[in-house]
């Protein structure tokens, strides 16, 4: 099986390298300075799962290639306009579209581009960032993708995807129910980003605090609503996602607040408005979803203009 992994960043870099280093046919799209970058050091995986290093094939931009197998994309939502139009040469008859975007818009959006039947339901977990010289830092245990047909139950491709993403040295689970666990994903990432960004803190300090708790759980509150208005499939969110919460270590942050910290785009829109579009307008208020939202796009602004 031929793959193509869009970005060789902190996710794409990490979870093509595994396959890399298992043996399997891997190609990065990435862009001209990434590529000679790659060319000439290698990929470099400094990880609590083993270290390595390992030369990659890549192509950038306007390069021709044969139509890949499984095209797995692995960048911010705000790239995925451009990333789209970039990717139609590569897409064949039966590629299969594998995105590990945090969210839910942008399935209905590759969907409508590229044809229902090739859009798989995907997401990932793990914990990563790039060093100044462009090495992946994974420093969690967790390191998972869990993908499925969108349309749920099982298939052939997904039994064949599922034998070549296996073994890879990270953990690989094939879904029956996948957009229950994308909602369940979207749910806490948003829920996480946006209450890190909107108290400027990790984890720890906000559970700690009575009232920054319950902001919290009002904001957990008001996304669940409305994920359930917008029919996701499963009971109640809330529980499930306040456990995790109380489990995660007490520095863990969202990617999102060290992008913030970094200067860097945020996925807002892509996370919190799309949120705030679902909602029924008039029906029920969202006040600390607004707020959070509103605190990003001011970060937004400022950081246009700097």
């Not at 390595?52 to 890549?58: H, L, S, W, Y």
């Not at 420093?139 to 993403?165: C, D, P, T």
């Amino acid at each position: 099986m031929r793959f193509l992994f869009v970005g060789a960043g902190a996710i794409g870099g990490y979870f093509g390298g595994r396959l890399v280093q298992k043996g399997e046919d891997v190609t990065f799209l990435v862009r001209s300075t990434k590529q000679k970058q790659l060319e000439d050091e290698g990929l470099a995986i400094k990880s609590v799962h083993g270290d390595f290093q390992t030369p990659v094939r890549t192509i950038t931009y306007g390069e021709k290639a044969e139509p890949f197998d499984c095209i797995i994309i692995a960048v911010k939502a705000y790239h995925l306009p451009q990333v789209m139009m970039d990717l139609t040469p590569f897409v064949g008859e039966h590629t299969m579209i594998l995105p590990l975007l945090n969210g839910y818009k942008h399935f209905g959006i590759l969907q409508q581009h590229f044809g229902a039947e090739k859009v798989l339901g995907g997401l990932c977990y793990i914990e990563t960032t790039l060093d100044s010289n462009g090495a992946i830092i994974q420093s969690s245990s967790f390191h998972s993708i869990v993908f499925g047909e969108w349309a749920g139950g099982e298939s052939e491709r997904m039994q064949k995807l599922l034998s070549h993403l296996d073994k890879a040295g990270f953990t690989v689970i094939l879904s029956s129910d996948i957009q229950r666990e994308v909602w369940q994903k979207y749910i806490f990432v948003a829920s996480l980003s946006g209450i890190t960004t909107l108290m400027d803190s990790s984890v720890g300090p906000i559970l700690a605090s009575p009232i920054a708790r319950a902001i919290y759980e009002q904001l957990l509150n008001e996304i669940v609503s409305i994920a359930q208005s917008a029919g996701m499939p499963g009971p109640d969110m809330v529980s499930v996602t306040m456990q995790k919460m109380d489990s995660v270590l007490p520095e863990f942050t969202s990617s999102m607040h060290r992008d913030m910290l970094k200067h860097l785009p945020v996925e807002a829109e892509h996370l919190h408005g799309a949120l705030l579009a679902m909602a029924v307008p008039g029906q029920v208020a969202y006040p600390i979803l607004e707020t959070a939202y509103a605190r990003l796009k001011v970060y937004e602004s400022v950081n246009d203009m700097r």
